[in-house]
T-cell receptor, first 113, second 120 residues
Framework: AQTVTQSQPEMSVQEAETVTLSCTYDTSESDYYLFWYKQPPSRQMILVIRQEAYKQQNATENRFSVNFQKAAKSFSLKISDSQLGDAAMYFCAYSGGADGLTFGKGTHLIIQP | GAVVSQHPSRVICKSGTSVKIECRSLDFQATTMFWYRQFPKKSLMLMATSNEGSKATYEQGVEKDKFLINHASLTLSTLTVTSAHPEDSSFYIC????????????????FGPGTRLTVL
């Protein structure tokens, strides 16, 4: 079974600074997808970024980028120029393709003004 | 982006009653939908996969007779919590994958806003 580990229950960063959220996973598959989802207090899950395992290039979406290390099974999220609206729970997730997602326990991100 | 709705957003019921939660994909079709459960300050746990035209598949430890799933059409899946008890109180979230040659492409799941169930 696949597992996803987020070892940082909570992270705090000053507004406008950069923060990196860690995620590691375990799988025996070679093709899979990785995601970062954001869950604000409204509890609506919002896709932040996705990465296909077969792609070596790290995904980027504006201020959000990932560092995908397939051999190390690591998938960290970097948020640049942090904004107050980035405050939320961030979940790392794994999918084998047509499967449901396996989530990590989440990291609570606090943005200090 | 793709939109998934859930109804109701919040429900309070008495112990022993059944509650139905609807999940709809509003602007795309979904042959598969997923149901998750989230306890307070916890992560999402996959409960089951809803398959249009066939039986749902349940994750280990999830009672299929307690959590009835019906995928009536390509845009609607329902989760019925039967004979609900206080321990069934939770936040239930559905998701649907967006298929086809669109951006973002397959295997990206879009989530409904969730349903908070409170069983008294």
């Amino acid at each position: 079974a696949q597992t996803v580990t987020q070892s940082q229950p909570e992270m705090s960063v000053q507004e406008a600074e950069t923060v990196t959220l860690s995620c590691t996973y375990d799988t025996s598959e070679s093709d899979y997808y990785l995601f970062w989802y954001k869950q604000p207090p409204s509890r609506q899950m919002i896709l932040v970024i996705r990465q296909e395992a077969y792609k070596q290039q790290n995904a980027t979406e504006n201020r959000f980028s990932v560092n995908f290390q397939k051999a190390a099974k690591s998938f960290s999220l970097k948020i640049s120029d942090s904004q107050l609206g980035d405050a939320a729970m961030y979940f790392c997730a794994y999918s084998g393709g047509a499967d449901g997602l396996t989530f990590g326990k989440g990291t609570h991100l606090i943005i200090q003004p | 982006g793709a939109v998934v709705s859930q109804h109701p957003s919040r429900v309070i019921c008495k112990s022993g009653t059944s509650v139905k939660i609807e999940c709809r994909s509003l602007d795309f079709q979904a042959t598969t939908m997923f149901w998750y459960r989230q306890f307070p300050k916890k992560s999402l746990m996959l409960m089951a996969t809803s398959n249009e035209g066939s039986k749902a598949t349940y994750e280990q430890g999830v009672e299929k007779d307690k959590f009835l799933i019906n995928h009536a059409s390509l845009t609607l899946s329902t989760l019925t919590v039967t004979s609900a008890h206080p321990e069934d109180s939770s936040f239930y979230i559905c998701s649907a994958p967006l298929l086809g040659p669109v951006i973002p492409s397959t295997d990206t799941q879009y989530f409904g806003p969730g349903t908070r169930l409170t069983v008294l």
